[in-house]
């Protein structure tokens, strides 16, 4: 019989190829790891290491210049008592139901509106300026609108006088102002919730539409029971983004009202504030933090559980 | 989630590398728990027992300066920090603007910069935190410097009001030099005043003259309003509860002093009986006084409606320059504000506060303090001489940016030439012919106390509560709060 030239094979022990194989595996790993390394980092040394801070001095006196003194539960006793606490968080509470609804709503409107047959230049137009104020600074838009605003002197009341309507206190009275910010954040805020809701209305399927059309639905009725359903992940997503965010607001009550007239537009982060950084009581400040991180994570682990029955996922 | 099968087991798991990180960011914030002590200060010594530190041969780094931003332009800061650095080869100025729009914010700021051991050698110090600040045992008493250059500091001296150094005095330190300061008066619009056929106002109007004034001048439009104001702790109802002989707070001096009054105002009828700094006693915010006063300002916006709802200082120079606002309170700062807003020089003018039962006014002041901390203390003491120095306060204050301690750059015709107001003897005015103008209230406690008192304030003025209801609560809130803050 002739003999065949065939290739010597090299054939590796069981646990070399392992080995190989597991250096490799530890190279992705690695690399993996790496790439999240900076958002990991940001979020221990931003988030997690100063809250974690925030939670020792809540169990303290803490006013800077002299060292914390531990307190135990004293800072959390004192504060069903604290008038200025109870008022900043009904006023959140308020805050937030109103932002939110008035948000999603009006942001589903103006998508919704956005999908209708009309010119690209009109509609990129509309898309610009529901989010041109998005992209504005708070601060800027507060002076704007205190501006606008004024009882005497602003341009609303002007408006609103020439139609016959006595002049409204939007900032001066406790009636008003707390529906002025509401109104001023809402201007500001839902430009941003109208894009999502815009980017989940182009993934609806027509066809859907249009077998709904067939079927003799109404416009209501293919709204609620098509559009709804199809984007509840966006808004679903948009309404605990909207409650965590909203549940933090400060820039805009601080710098239209100060809080006031009286306590009507003071909020749970305006009194941390005041407390920490103005009249130096770090501990108490904290113990008013915690509280509020309490807060928005039993509503969202409730939005989770609860809105999660809601959410239609294909 | 399922383990992985022991073939493609990925050595460090995901699990494991975020305990680890957790782990490590709770042994580093443990750390900053830890470090979160700064070193306990002693008390505060007494000013024949503070030494002069030995002088040092070179500065240990830049000196560093902060301040409020918004009192004086950057450039203005360059021009006084070179100047320094031309007198003094080798040191650096550097400035640390805080931007903040109330003194509450600029020293909660300031108190972070300190918490997180940013060096700082000189810190602006206003009469809201005058108190709060020196009580922490964080300041040099400027005594012994103060002291060991008294030749030149008789010409300082000698150029300053008293009520502003006492002010800047506390038990019995002088802890700042005053630099900047500004008391409440009126400004006017003199386009207003002239189409209502009103003589501007003398230095000895009166209150009803004043109303009179804002009368006629609402009677020209519907729109157009006598006299606008803020809620706020300085110019909202202060001035007009000191013209009526009323305060927030029983006012008394602290001892001591004497080093100071003896040595650089023996003689001056206007220095007699001060002391160690003002001392704030018990509050008396539901006085007849001031219910008056609250009462008065109340009336203005409801029942003569010649004043729109309370609104900051900025908006009501606007309303000015469109001719909507006929009077403002305001310090000579104001000035900037009003030309900044679209007034032109001559267009406006400025007066005393009527007069009442009294016409004393209120300011607060501000200046350089020299840190606890600072490794540069006499360099810092060359800054605080050369800052106030006449010519280098002529600088920080040109252009209308705010009002000059020394009574010869303010009183100087050369620094209202291009801003008006042509009444600015009004400003010094308002210490030298009134012995009795003294500092906005401003206990230990000023930061809750402005809290309560613009709360309150503002539900009257919003008539969401009678004066006698708004004092009384705020009354009852400033024992509280005096019993809370203030060690027995």
Redesign the interface.
Known sequence: MAQTNTPAVHITKPSTRMSGM?AM??RE??TG?LFVLPT?VGF??FA???M??SA??SLHE???????KFVGLDNFKFLPEDTRFTAGFVNTLKFVVAVVAMNTTLALGAAVGLQTKMPTVLRNFFRTSYFLPVVMSMTSVAIIL??LF????GIVNYYLGLVGIEKV?W????SYALSSVVLATVWKTFGFDMILFSAALNNVPKHFYEAAEIDGAGPWQRFWRITVPQISPSIFFATVIGIISHFQVFDAAYLMT??????ATRTLVMTI??DA????RLGYGSAMAMILFVIVMVLTIFQFKWGQKLVHYQ | MNKPSGKYQIPVTRRKFLKTSIMGASAMALAACGSATPAPTSAPAKPTDVPKPAPTAAPAGPLRIAINGVNARADTFKKIGAAFEAKNPGVKVEWVAIQAAEWDEYFGKLVTLIASGDSIDLAEISTEGLQLISSRNVLRPLNPYVTADKTEMQGFFSDVAPQLVEVAMYKGDLMVLPTLWGAATIYYSKRLFDKAGLAYPKDDWTAEDFTSAAQKIHGLGSDVYGFGFPNRHWGGLVPWMYINEGNLYDLGKETGGDWLWGTFYGGVESAKGRAGGLKWGNPTANSQANLEALQWQQDLIWKQKVSPSPTDLNQLAVFMANDKLGMMPGHRAHTGVLLGAGLKKGEFDVALMPKWKTQRHQFGTSGLGIMKTSKNPDLAWNFIKHQTSKEQLAIYVDKAVHTASRRSVTNDPAQHETTGPANWQVFYNTLDKNPLTTAIPAPLETKDMTGIFTKYVGLALANESTPKDALDKMQTELEALMKRQRPA
């Not at chain 1, 803490?62 to 914390?68: G, K, L, T, V, Y």
């Not at chain 1, 950084?277 to 130096?280: K, M, P, T, V, W």
């Open positions: 597991r595996r530890v790993a690695v790891y990991l221990l040394v997690l290491g100063p974690l801070f020792y001095l803490w006013e800077i210049f002299s060292p914390p205190s501006f004024h009882k005497e002197f206190p900032l001066a009275s406790s100060r809080g006031g007239p009286g306590d504030y005041e950084f103005g009249s130096l």
